[in-house]
């Protein structure tokens, strides 16, 4: 990768998760250890295998949107909207339609989704199919606004328009690392020279009957139905699946020197980014991590950066078996004897896995941790598996000066990516 050695910093972070709207109730409750899984509120979820998930209490209208933009688009995009919304304001930058303070065609917009408008097509089938009664549909039922829902764009361009971001504009969908992919996209842009600022994150809502069913169909998701707040268990030897969750993260992504000359805050520097694929199974993984570990190594060289001074792991942690194991044997692989002491921890014991959307909520709980000497723990972590035998900070936050952390991520499809944040005192210009 050709790069002008510009430095990439996050100065603004916008968060809408389970249990929390914001990103200072979000942090407030990840560090409290409370976990937001419930017994699924949406639809009837009786005839499902799985019938919890961590839900949003989301309102378009309540959060600022309008009532046509809460009209023409679906649940996720509407997240993101609010999401953004928070971070732009974060940041201090002035963005929209008729503000010159920053030029438009240097502001991009990368926006992650795994499963895009997924509650839209549902419900705007049941709608033209009258609830699966017709084969041949009746468009005249369906919404003039249902191309939107077809198309994964529709995010990107929402976020671009709303803030009047004319450079490069991108959707990723790279399974459940998009979020991640969709930052490190964001940061390489600005490191090749491309944009002064990149609004980046990602958006999932995939609560619906039809996700569901994808994932009970593969014994995906967590069958432990009685006990709601304590479904997600990642790590722990009781583990048996992950939850679904939903949510949205947005970060605003900025060239250093670029935030210096306005004075603006920073959270820490994102220092590399690396993301590699298995090439071996749509869902299955192998038990070495190698490919993990390979694109934590990467991303650590990107950034200049020894294994020895990662001092926390935000793991993708998601509650299965082999991804557990997988993961753990990655970090082992890639840090060496120095994975012992690191601190590691799934926020998924929390706010669920959304899918696309939980790697740019991991990255912003990642650049708290960094900005504010705090590793939120592992939910629900009570019984040691022998095969995941890291330091996964169990059941309560710990104070912790974290000069770097990672961020790391495992998708359907195999893909593996690793994201490096470092503390913006670690290294003068």
């Known amino acids: 990768m050709t790069t002008t050695g510009c430095r990439v910093v996050i100065t603004g972070i916008g968060v809408v998760a389970p249990g929390s709207m914001g990103r200072e109730g979000f942090w407030e409750m990840i560090t409290a250890g ?29 959060l600022g949107l309008t009532a046509h933009e809460v009209f023409r688009n679906d649940r996720f995009v509407q997240m993101a909207m609010v999401a953004a919304d928070e971070a732009v304001a974060d940041s201090g930058l002035a963005l929209g339609a008729g503000v010159e303070a920053t030029d438009p065609d240097r502001v991009g917009v990368v926006l992650g989704s795994a499963v895009g408008a997924t509650m839209r ?43 009047g971001a004319s450079g490069p504009a991108t959707v990723v969908s790279t399974g459940c690392t998009s979020g991640i992919d969709a930052v490190g996209y964001g940061s390489q842009l600005i490191e090749d020279g491309d944009a002064d600022v990149v609004i ?69 520097e994102v220092s590399g980014y690396a993301n590699r694929c298995n090439a071996h199974h749509m869902t299955g993984l192998r038990p070495d991590g190698v490919e993990m570990a390979e694109a934590i190594r990467l991303a650590l060289d990107h950034g200049r950066i020894d294994a020895d001074e990662v001092g926390y792991v935000n793991a993708h942690g998601s509650g299965t078996k082999q991804n557990d194991r997988h993961e753990t044997a990655a970090v ?12 590691m921890s799934s926020i998924k014991s929390m706010i669920g896995h959304s899918l696309g959307a939980i790697g740019s909520i991991e990255i912003a709980a990642t650049a708290l941790a960094v900005q504010r000497g705090v590793v939120p723990p592992t939910a629900n972590y009570e019984v040691p598996d022998p095969e995941c035998d890291l330091d996964y900070v169990p059941n309560t936050a710990r104070e912790q000066k974290v000069d770097v952390a990672l961020s790391v991520g495992s998708g359907f499809g195999g893909f593996q990516s690793a994201i490096v944040l470092a503390h913006p005192t670690r290294r003068t210009p």
Not at 38 to 43: E, K
Not at 135 to 159: I, K, M, N
Not at 332 to 343: D, E
Request: aromatic content about 8%; some cysteine; overall charge negative.
């Open 34 to 62: 409370r976990t937001a899984t419930r017994r699924i509120t949406f639809f009837d979820p009786s005839r499902f295998r799985s019938q919890v998930a961590a839900e949003v209490d989301f309102d378009g209208r309540k």
């Open 121 to 163: 097509l549902e419900d705007e089938y049941v709608a033209v199919s009258d609830a699966g009664t017709h084969w041949l549909v009746d468009p005249q039922y369906a919404s003039r606004f249902l191309h939107h829902a077809l198309v994964p764009s529709c995010g990107a361009t929402e976020l671009a328009v709303r803030f």
């Open 200 to 268: 980046a994150g990602a958006s999932d809502a995939p609560i619906s009957p039809i996700s569901m069913a994808c994932f009970d169909t593969i014994r995906a998701t967590t069958g432990n139905n009685d006990d709601p707040a304590h479904a997600a268990r990642p790590f722990d030897a009781r583990r048996d699946g992950f939850v679904m969750g939903e949510g949205s993260a947005v970060l605003v992504l900025e060239e250093l020197e670029h935030a210096r000359r306005r004075g603006a805050e920073v959270y820490c």
């Open 332 to 343: 082992k692989l890639s840090l060496g004897p120095t994975a012992q002491q690191v601190s």
